[in-house]
C-alpha cells in the first residue's frame, strides 16, 4: 500500500508482484477487484477504476472522480455536492409505503391463434426514457409471440452518452428502476423495412420523442410511406408535434378531421391540434391516416388484437401484391 499526499488516503496497488500497478483509493471495507493482469487484489477502490483497470492513467481517473464529486459529493474525500442534486438532502426520502409504481393494471387475455399468425410482419417500436412499462411491453410480447419481427429505436444520446449505452428507462408511474437495451439508434432507422410504427405512452416518453426531430421524421415519414401508425394514452402527443412545422422536404402528420383517442389529459390539446377525438370506445382507427389509437392501458387488450388484425391484413395484401 501506498499513501497519497494530495488526499492522505491509502491508494490500493495490484498484488501481483510482477503488475504492482496502481489500481484506485480504496476505503475500510472493500472486498476486491480484478486487475488487468487476472489478479484479484483484497481491497476494493472507492471509486471504480475505469482507466486504470482499461490499461490507462490511475491519474485520469482521479481527474473524473474529483469532477464527479463536485456534483454529487464524496464523503470520503470530504467534498460536499454542489450541483442540483444536492438540494435532495432538504427533503425526506420515499418511504417504503409510498405507491410509486401507481395502478397495478389486469393483464389482458389475447385469443388463441397459430403462433406463426403474424409472421413476416415487422413493427417498429420508438420511446424515450419514461414509456410506462405496460404500454411498452405488453404490445412487444402480444407481437412477437405470433411470429412478427419487432425492433425497439431510441434516442441517439442514450448511445453516445448513457453507461451502458442504448439503455431505455422504463417507468411504473412514479418509479424508474428497470430499463430495457434498445436494438438500433432513432437516426439508424430505415422505415421502408418495416410496416408499422408504434409509440407507447407514459408520462415522460412522449414529452421526450416530441422535440426529438429525429423522432418526428420518423413519424412524418411513416405516414408518408403508408405505414400503420400506432399509439395510446399520452403517446399521441408526439403526433400532434408531428403536426406542424414540418422542416423542408417532409409532410406534416394529418391532424384536421383525423378520427383519434388518447388519455383524458390529452385530449384538449388534441382538438386544438385539430383532430376528431373520440372517447367512448376502447380503440379508434382512422383508414385514411392509418393511426390506430387506444385510451389507456386499461384498453391494451383491444389495442393489441386490433392492432394485429390490421397488420394480418397488411401482410395478406402483400402476400396477393406479390
Not at 489500481?23 to 482507466?51: M, Q, W
Not at 435532495?88 to 395502478?103: C, I, R
Request: proline share 4%.
Amino acid at each position: 500500500m501506498s499513501r497519497t499526499s494530495e488526499t492522505n488516503n491509502t491508494t490500493i496497488q495490484c498484488e501481483n508482484d510482477n503488475c504492482a500497478k496502481t489500481l484506485a483509493k480504496t476505503d475500510e471495507n472493500g472486498c476486491g477487484i480484478k486487475c488487468r493482469c487476472g489478479t484479484v487484489t483484497s481491497l476494493a477502490p472507492h471509486f471504480y477504476p475505469r482507466h486504470a483497470i482499461g490499461g490507462g492513467s490511475i491519474e485520469q481517473d482521479w481527474q473524473d472522480h474529483r469532477k464527479e464529486a463536485k456534483l454529487k459529493g464524496c464523503a470520503i474525500c470530504g467534498i460536499e455536492a454542489a450541483g442540483s442534486h444536492s438540494l435532495a438532502n432538504h427533503y425526506t426520502s420515499v418511504p417504503a409505503t409510498l405507491d410509486t409504481k401507481g395502478t397495478d393494471y389486469v393483464l389482458p387475455q389475447f385469443e388463441r391463434r397459430a403462433i406463426d399468425w403474424l409472421l413476416g410482419a415487422r413493427v417498429l417500436v420508438i420511446s424515450a426514457d419514461g414509456p410506462e412499462l405496460p404500454e411498452i411491453d405488453v404490445p412487444i410480447r402480444y407481437l412477437r409471440s405470433y411470429g412478427a419481427e419487432v425492433k425497439l429505436a431510441g434516442q441517439d444520446w442514450i448511445f453516445q452518452y448513457r453507461n451502458p449505452a442504448g439503455h431505455i428507462v422504463i417507468s411504473e408511474w412514479l418509479s424508474d428502476n428497470i430499463c430495457v437495451k434498445a436494438d438500433m439508434r432513432l437516426s439508424d432507422v430505415r422505415l421502408q423495412h418495416f410496416d408499422a410504427v408504434y409509440i407507447p405512452g407514459g408520462a415522460w416518453n412522449p414529452d421526450m420523442l416530441r422535440t426529438d426531430d429525429v423522432a418526428l421524421r420518423l413519424v412524418r415519414q411513416a405516414h408518408s410511406l403508408g405505414l400503420l401508425v400506432v399509439s395510446l394514452c399520452h403517446g399521441p402527443q408526439v403526433l400532434i408535434s408531428a403536426a406542424f412545422d414540418a422542416p423542408q422536404g417532409q409532410e406534416n402528420f394529418p391532424s384536421q378531421g383525423v378520427r383519434i383517442t388518447g388519455t383524458n389529459s390529452i385530449r384538449r390539446d388534441l382538438k386544438n391540434a385539430g383532430f376528431t377525438v373520440l372517447t367512448d370506445d376502447a380503440t379508434v382507427y382512422d383508414e385514411k391516416a392509418n393511426l390506430l389509437t387506444a385510451r389507456d392501458p386499461n384498453d391494451l387488450g383491444a389495442l393489441c388484437e386490433r392492432f394485429g388484425e390490421l397488420l394480418k391484413h397488411r401482410i395478406e395484401i402483400g402476400r396477393t401484391a406479390g
